[in-house]
């Protein structure tokens, strides 16, 4: 029920936040999304695992994914260090990058893949809303559909595989708004990032680069881009 519940906000805020003009109503829009989020991943991932007695899942990965996970490599220990030094080096170097390619105003790959065009923030403090949602994304659906979703459904169905099938499959359509390109890209999104959490043991670590992945296409590519450049009078004015 949340999912659905969620599914359908995204997609009539989606269309709402296409046709409001004011920099006001579209911060609000912002801040209407985290709370949902928070209202419909996380409370209920929360007060679900407190219910099975399962808290101690959101710091050590759960029993139930074992057979999944030894289908791919481990990396915990120092090698876990050595996965975070290369995601670091990644991440600096893609924004190096980018920085570059935003001078060439003819390349388009700065574009984010799917119809996200109406989410970009389009003045400063549109920038601080689109981070904050950003930085929610990353923790509250990699709660949901990283941990609580699959292990509700591995106790289920008992197969790790299944549970992860399934998720990645409801992650992708919870971005529908976003057309089928989108779909499609955050599905590969949601498989690297439960890749990254079996291979890791870290959920802390899936959230923190979803955030990144996020933060990228709505504040880092926008800034790069120039798109934050309005006029901030029209702005403050409406």
Not at 34 to 58: E, H, M, N, S, T
Not at 84 to 107: E, Q
Not at 178 to 195: D, F, H, K, N, S
Request: aromatic share 8%; hydrophobic share 55%.
């Amino acid at each position: 029920m949340a999912l659905v519940w969620f599914l359908k906000g995204d997609l009539l805020g989606y269309r709402r936040i296409k046709r409001l003009p004011d920099t006001a109503s579209r911060q609000k829009t912002y801040r209407l999304w985290i709370a949902k989020a928070a209202i419909a991943f996380v409370l209920p991932a929360i007060i679900g695992l407190a219910l099975l007695g399962r808290l101690d899942a959101l710091t050590d990965i759960p029993p139930e994914f074992d057979d999944l996970r030894t289908l791919l490599p481990s990396f915990e220990g120092d090698s876990r260090a050595f996965v975070l030094g290369m995601m670091g080096g990644g991440a600096l170097a893609g924004l190096v990058i980018g920085a570059f390619l935003a001078t060439r105003r003819n390349w388009r790959v700065l574009r984010p893949i799917g119809n996200v065009g109406s989410l970009l923030p389009r003045n400063r403090p549109e920038i601080a809303n689109a981070a904050a949602m950003s930085i929610a994304a990353g923790i509250s659906e990699e709660l949901a559909f990283r941990l609580f979703l699959p292990l509700l459904i591995a106790l289920v169905s008992g197969s790790a595989i299944v549970a992860f099938g399934i998720s990645l499959a409801l992650f992708g359509a919870m971005h529908r708004y976003q057309g089928w390109a989108g779909v499609i890209a955050t599905t590969i999104v949601g498989a690297l990032m439960a890749a990254v959490y079996l291979m890791t043991g870290s959920l802390w670590l899936a959230m923190l680069l979803h955030a990144l992945i996020d933060l990228n296409a709505l504040v880092v590519r926008p800034i790069l881009a120039g798109a934050w450049r309005v006029s901030f009078s029209s702005a403050s004015r409406s």
